[in-house]
């Protein structure tokens, strides 16, 4: 597996290809992009595709999670520092923006960037210069910048947590990756991909899914979307180790499962509710005429006599004058 393949854009459903189309087009440029998204949808994973895609390509990526940025370091992180700029600074320190110099910046959850970071941000897009602490010299740097984040940015720079002009600087190209619900038709294309990765790693034989196990996994809504399902792909991998014949329904978790069973007993539980009152309403309108009812209903008197008994047994809950 090499680097590309590792970071493959999978699938092919409507959602997806639009995005696809737009990869195309934005990775042969040097735009700033701004990919937003849920969590573990493959904002990542699109970043160093479109890296990998560039003419900056065998240049540096540099990722950079700015929630994991200690607070008071965050400067000094991203534009370095000079020794002695402040009472920890023992060495001369470059910072990510410069390590990633020709290359491409990743600045992953974007959102969590402190406002004073932010300005200094906005000013390195603009001018191409940092200015390191403790430096008096601006060093010229030059990133293509591509950020993430899995909120919305637009209420934040509403709510005054996000700097309006950060944001259109970033926006120049915007691209939204669907969640994985709104992408089943991928989930046969990704699964493949993953099981061969898993077996790849792990050295161990090819797993498959029968049309039903497909199905769970279709109508599971992956709260934790890409990552979620390559994660199970890997574990199943490993755990039916062994397995010839393609996984069934009963091979995977419970938990995919049971959304798919509680939807299934929700629904007869609302037909017979509706069947409830629809009895109830026809034996009103007919003065507890079981014949008239029945008409009514479009089913046979002894129909109707079953349903009566199957719903108010002993003819508990039937109003006053409806008993026979
Ligand atoms: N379209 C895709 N095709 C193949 N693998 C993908 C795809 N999207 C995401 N992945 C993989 O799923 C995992 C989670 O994706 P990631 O980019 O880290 O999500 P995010 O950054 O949105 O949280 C990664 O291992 C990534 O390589
Ligand atoms: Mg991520």
Redesign the pocket.
Same mark, same amino acid.
């Given at each position: 597996m090499n680097t590309k393949q590792?970071? !493959?854009?999978?699938?092919n459903s409507p959602a &997806?290809r639009q995005l696809l189309n737009t990869a195309q087009l934005v990775a042969a440029t040097r735009a700033s992009v701004m990919?937003s998204?849920?969590?573990?949808?493959?904002?990542?994973?699109? !970043?160093?595709?479109l890296h990998l895609h560039s003419p900056l390509a065998n240049k540096p990526f540099i990722a950079v999670n700015c929630a994991n940025l200690p607070e008071n370091l965050v400067e000094s992180e991203l534009f370095g520092h000079r020794r002695g700029a402040f009472s920890n600074a023992m060495n001369d320190r470059d910072g990510l923006v410069r390590t990633a110099h020709n290359g491409t910046l990743f600045l =992953?959850e974007i959102g969590e960037l402190p406002l004073t970071a932010q300005a200094k941000l906005l000013r390195f897009l603009e001018n191409g210069e940092i200015l390191p602490l403790g430096c008096d010299r601006p060093v010229q740097v030059n990133v293509r910048v591509i950020a993430?984040t899995?909120c919305d940015l637009e209420q934040m720079v509403k709510a005054g947590r996000f700097r309006a002009d950060l944001f259109y600087r970033l926006q120049v190209v915007p691209m939204d990756?669907p969640p994985l619900r709104e992408r089943v038709g =991928?989930i046969a294309l990704?699964t493949e991909? &993953?099981v061969k990765l898993a077996a790849a790693k792990h050295d161990l034989p090819l797993i498959s899914f029968s049309p039903e196990a497909l199905r769970v996994l279709r109508d599971y809504p992956w709260p934790g979307?890409?990552?979620e399902?390559?994660n199970l792909c890997e574990r199943l991998t490993i755990l039916c180790n062994g397995q010839r014949e393609p996984l069934g329904a009963d091979n995977l978790p419970l938990n995919l499962r049971e959304k798919k069973m509680a939807m299934a007993s929700k629904a007869s539980l609302s037909l017979e509710k509706n069947e409830r009152d629809m009895i109830l309403h026809a034996l009103e309108q007919c003065k507890g005429n079981r014949t008239h009812a029945a008409k009514m209903l479009g089913i046979t008197r002894y129909t109707l006599l079953y349903r009566i008994k199957k719903h108010f047994p002993s003819e508990a809950g039937l109003p006053a004058g409806m008993a026979a």
């Open positions: 590792t970071y !493959a854009l999978i699938g &997806f990919i998204g849920e969590s573990g949808c493959g904002k990542e994973n699109l !970043a160093r595709h =992953d993430a899995n990756v =991928d990704l991909h &993953f979307n890409i990552r399902l390559k």
